[in-house]
């Protein structure tokens, strides 16, 4: 069975601060990735996505960046953190349309 | 440009009534549609797709839609409905690629007991 995991659960940052948020998939080989943001009580806003290993493209540009340094492996970040980037933060994996999301991470910029 | 829209943010009903809630999108090639749930702090649960073939599908936890694309809509139906229902609902559409997902900005859920 597949998994998804995130890292952290929450995080508690300062403006101009360093972020990185982690997302690793389990059981699943090769699998399309998907960094979503939500604002509180929002939508969802798809902000990268990548079907392989090194390959990222970016959907909507919020002074943040992603990678994919493994197969396995999708990580969110940003040298200075704004206020605007507080919110909740999904990592997601396809499998043909169905996208299975991950527990989340929260972060509030204070 | 490829939108979704959720007319209504919140709808309320008491238990046991049907629910639909109501989804239409624009896009201008064949859409792939989908429905999911999210329970309050909880992340995303997957309920139903519609990719192509018959306009009714069923999803988990005794969901249907109905895809319409005479009126480009893709709303969600359950009788009767059950208090354990209540939570925010989010209808989305693929493109093309399994690149890029738009969701609507999703209807909040509340069935009375």
């Known amino acids: 069975a597949q998994t998804i995991h995130q890292w952290p659960v929450a995080e508690i940052k300062a403006v101009g601060s360093p972020l990185s948020l982690g997302c690793t998939i389990k059981g699943k080989s090769s699998p399309n990735l998907y960094w979503y943001w939500q604002a509180t009580g929002g939508t969802l806003q798809q902000l990268f996505y990548?079907?392989?290993?090194?390959?990222v493209e970016s959907v909507v540009q919020l002074n943040l960046s992603a990678s994919r340094p493994k197969d396995d492996q999708f990580i969110l970040s940003t040298e200075k953190l704004l206020l605007s980037h507080s919110g909740f933060y999904l990592c997601?994996?396809?499998?043909?349309?169905?996208?299975?999301f991950g527990p989340g991470t929260r972060l509030t910029v204070l | 440009a490829q939108s979704v829209d959720q007319p209504d943010a919140h709808v309320t009903l008491s238990e046991g009534a049907s629910l639909e809630l109501r989804c239409s999108y624009s896009?201008?090639?064949?859409?792939?549609l989908f429905w999911y749930v999210q329970y309050p702090g909880q992340s995303l649960q997957f309920l139903l797709k519609y990719i192509t073939g018959d306009t009714v599908v069923k999803g988990t936890k005794g969901f249907e839609a109905e895809f319409r694309k005479s009126n480009s809509s893709f709303n969600l139906k359950k009788s009767p409905a059950h208090w354990s229902d209540s939570a925010k609902y989010f209808c989305?559409?693929?493109?093309?690629?399994?690149?890029?997902?738009?969701f609507g900005k999703g209807t909040s859920l509340t069935v009375i007991p």
């Open positions: 990548s079907i392989t290993v090194g390959q």
């Open positions: 989305a559409l693929g493109n093309t690629g399994y690149q890029n997902f738009y």
């Open positions: 896009y201008s090639a064949a859409p792939y």
């Open positions: 997601a994996w396809s499998l043909d349309w169905e996208q299975f």
